[in-house]
């Protein structure tokens, strides 16, 4: 009889749908090794939780996530909050022996990330950090593309997020527009997903040359308690200093010899969530767009010369031929965001039956956040930086 995991999801909003969607949906579309069970939701607000409960398929909802923590049938705590109580949830998880799924970026700083992953590893839990994205099929694929050697060794990594969710200076200081909350702007929200498709595509970074700015320097305060919440909210009157960069950039070198060029801003109108993504090598690139995302672009070198050029690859085969996609639908019937929640849930509860955390693991936060300082360091000192 396989064995039942019971989940205890901390957070609500944005996260927590789309956590809560792939934890229901994971086990209806793959093959998963122990029956998972939506146990408890937890959000300070007794209401919207309550109601989030219901929305969304808990068993049970709490407004004190030591009582999630500490529940003796929870097996897994989900980490969906601000920025600034992950590493106080994870690791008290952690003691407790849960295995621990938490959103990006690990924590606030390098130092937190580090109690991270000492606690998770002493207590010998699963631990992972939900970099969705590597778990884009066409992602998935550009990794086993390069792994294979096809585009050969690689000279460049180029990669850019933009959106424009605060674009309008009247937008309200909400939590990821705050310091104490977020750690940080574009840097640690955005920059953190392609510093992570950098790192699993191309190789650890060695140093960094960056940049951090702060278009919009003041805003009003959201008219919610607080910290305000998710991509939304309404302004109060009065107006609050914006202690976060708006955009982040830097050029770095791989270890392996490759350049980086990153760009992560939230002030790029008309770009809502918008990831691309080209890496050159000796033999070929690929390039991604996130806005495209079932498909990956693939100029191949050995291409005959009268025939070359960017082959648009539809990355919606099963069978195993091309990743994930078998377990959703036939060829061609594409599949978006919240699928890359759902595969990497998928593996995640494998990796807890299993008991061998899968990436991306709390190393890989703790080496994204080495990233994130670096960049943070250089902004500040105008230098080179060693990660
Ligand atoms: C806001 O920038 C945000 O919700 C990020 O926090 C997520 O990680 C990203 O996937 C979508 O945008």
Redesign the pocket.
Known sequence: MAKTLRVGMIGYR??GKAHSNAWRQAPRFFPLKAHVELHTICGRDAAGVQSARVQLGWQNSSTDWRDVVENPLIDIVDINTPNDSHAEIAIAAAQSGKHVLC??PLALTVKQSEQMLAAATKAKIVHMVCH??RRIPAIALAKKMITEGAIGSIYHFRARYA?D?PADPEFPLVW?LQKGVSGSG?NG??N??IIDLGRYLVGEFREVCGLLHTFITDRPLPDTVAKGH??AAKAAKKMGKVTVDDAAMFMGRFENGALANLEAT?LALGRK?HITIEINGSKGSLYFDFEDMNRLKFFNNDDPKDRQGFRDILVTQGGGVQPFFGHWWPAGHIIG?EHTFIHTIADFVNACVDGKSTQPTFDDGVKNQRVLGAVEASAKSGKWTKV
């Open positions: 944005f996260m959103e990006k969705n994205y959106q969710w990821r574009a929200d955005i953190a997903h998710g991509l939230r969530n965001y």
